[in-house]
């Protein structure tokens, strides 16, 4: 087989996999994209904006999806995913949804994550209480309020962190790892849309590991007057017509009681249902959460010609899932030349 008819699969068209497919397909091998959505972009599609220099998001999904449509090597295919596959020889042999069977020399797993069940926080109130979203929903409701009266804009805002990560009893042990950032993220926006609005972020710390990670919080907080409150809110009770939201300020040392129009929930990221199923497909490696796993020494390597980019790997920012892509990308196509 020649190098020109190397084939890759990648499974996911977020920001990971439309990279990966990309760099794949601009080195002249062919690469399949498969989507068991409607639309690519993944969750990034869904966002309002992003972290750290407020950049469009749907603006940086349509310029990735318009550089793999433009490349004659890469082929989408929304609504589509994988019912089943089996190694022959140095290929897979892959049955698809739509009934299609085809072959690959490689495959790039980019499902993404998945999110906690923030119901499974009752003292909060999420699916009792309207006002209660978690952030996923809060990028929806930001777009919607674009087009709303000063009226009617939430004036008080409240932010909860860690709503599953790092909590042993309920959720998760690790840090999600982005959620510090995007709830500054959410905040800042909300401020933008009504600079009148209060926001309050309460939090266990805050993590910014990350270029100008540090100074996007900092200016969250001191230009836009977000206010921290380094405390775990204990419950959220209804009273004429607000969420109350007690919590104590452990850094003051003083309780601290807020009014809320609205409460954001920042659940954690978890595996998505199909990352696991997929694993099991393709002898990939999974952790003990259920995230993909790299071999040893190489780190976008989870399997026998099977690689791995993005959220299905650990929570990861837009950047992140980019350079996992091309990451990704780089090996196959490595993997190709020496083939």
């Known amino acids: 087989m020649n190098n020109s008819e190397k084939t890759a699969l990648i499974i996911g068209g ?35 904006g992003s972290f750290p220099r407020w950049d469009n998001p749907r603006e940086l999904v349509d310029q990735k ?3 793999a449509q433009e490349n004659p090597n890469v082929t989408m ?20 949804s739509n009934n299609e069977q085809m072959e690959f020399d490689a495959v790039v797993l980019a499902t993404g994550f998945d999110f906690y069940d923030a119901s499974q926080y009752g003292e909060y ?4 209480f309207d006002n209660v979203l978690t952030a996923l929903e809060f990028e929806a ?5 674009e087009s709303w009266d000063k009226e009617d804009l939430p004036q008080v805002v409240a932010f909860f ?27 800042g926006l909300m401020k933008d849309l009504n600079p009148d609005a209060k926001c309050f972020v309460f939090y266990m710390d805050y993590r910014a590991a990350g270029k100008e990670y540090e100074e996007f919080a900092r200016s969250v907080m001191e230009d836009k007057h977000v206010r921290y409150v380094r405390g775990r809110p204990a419950k959220v009770l209804p009273e004429n ?19 809320a129009d609205m409460i954001v929930l920042a659940n954690a990221m978890i595996p998505a249902e199909s990352t696991i199923e997929l694993a099991g497909i393709f002898g990939a490696k999974i952790d003990q959460y259920g995230f993909i ?18 959220g299905c790997g650990f929570p990861v920012e837009s950047l992140g899932a980019q350079y996992q892509g091309a990451a990704a990308a780089a090996d196959v196509i490595a993997l190709f030349t020496q083939d």
């Open 14 to 48: 977020g920001l990971a996999g439309l990279e990966a497919a990309n760099k794949i397909g601009g080195a002249g091998y062919k690469a399949i994209l498969v989507e068991k959505e409607e639309q690519l972009g993944g969750i990034m599609k869904q966002l309002y």
């Open 77 to 96: 295919k929304t609504n589509t995913t994988v019912k089943s596959a089996h190694k022959k020889d140095q290929t897979f042999v892959v049955e698809l």
């Open 293 to 310: 796993d790299y071999i040893p020494g190489h780190p976008t390597q989870t399997g026998d010609r099977v690689f791995f980019a993005g």
């Open 161 to 187: 962190k860690c709503v599953g990560s790092r909590d042993r009893s309920k959720g998760y042990p690790y840090c999600s790892k982005i959620c510090c950032m995007f709830t500054a993220k959410e905040a």
């Open 65 to 67: 999806v318009k550089m």
């Open 141 to 145: 409701k930001l777009k919607e309020m």
């Open 241 to 259: 017509g607000k969420l109350m939201v007690r919590a104590e300020d452990t850094l003051m040392g003083v309780p601290v009681e807020v009014a």
């Open 125 to 128: 109130g999420y699916g009792a």
